[in-house]
């Protein structure tokens, strides 16, 4: 920001984007004035070792056997499936998927893929660190109640 001569800015992310937007609010509180987070919870594996996308390997454990193009979105489903730890990260990479004349192909490389799965960390202590009011119609009962927390510390008179 600073490079393009931007003093404040309003950043939106969605998935991943959303993790740096979150990341950016919490360490960047002077620049950022606003920040919506779309689609990304804060909740993820508490130990976290920071890899570069050069760094993972093409075909990790979670990619290896997927295919390049797949015939059908079927085919791609209960492939993703089978290597998925959950419905909805399985429903997040079938939505990244698209169609041409061969079949479907994902929007992102395998190791786009298997990068952002590596870097997926919790950020909850940063929270606190951002002043915002969630609005989530996918969080779980028990986000839900971690955001209501950080939020009552923040604000207090918020019940």
């Not at 620049?31 to 050069?54: F, M, N, Y």
């Not at 193009?69 to 429903?91: K, M, V």
């Not at 395998?110 to 990068?115: R, S, T």
Request: overall charge negative; proline content about 3%.
């Amino acid at each position: 920001m600073e490079m393009l001569g931007i003093e404040h800015a309003i950043l939106v992310g969605h998935s991943m984007g959303g993790g740096i937007v979150g990341y950016l609010a919490a360490t960047y509180q002077n620049k950022v004035k606003a920040a919506a987070i779309l689609d990304k919870t804060a909740r993820g594996p508490e130990k976290h070792i920071p890899i570069l996308s050069s760094q993972v390997k093409y075909y990790d454990a979670f990619t290896k056997d997927w295919c390049e193009t797949f015939d059908t979105r079927r085919e791609a489903l209960e492939c993703i499936r089978i290597s998925s730890g959950s419905e909805l990260e399985t429903e997040y990479f079938i939505n990244s998927l698209y169609e041409d004349k061969s079949g479907y192909h994902f929007l992102f490389s395998k190791q786009a893929l298997a990068a952002y799965r590596a870097n997926n960390y919790d950020w909850m202590d940063l929270l606190s660190l951002i002043t915002f009011i969630p609005l989530s119609d996918t969080a779980t009962d028990e986000e839900v109640e971690d955001i209501i927390d950080v939020y009552a510390k923040l604000v207090p008179d918020s019940n």
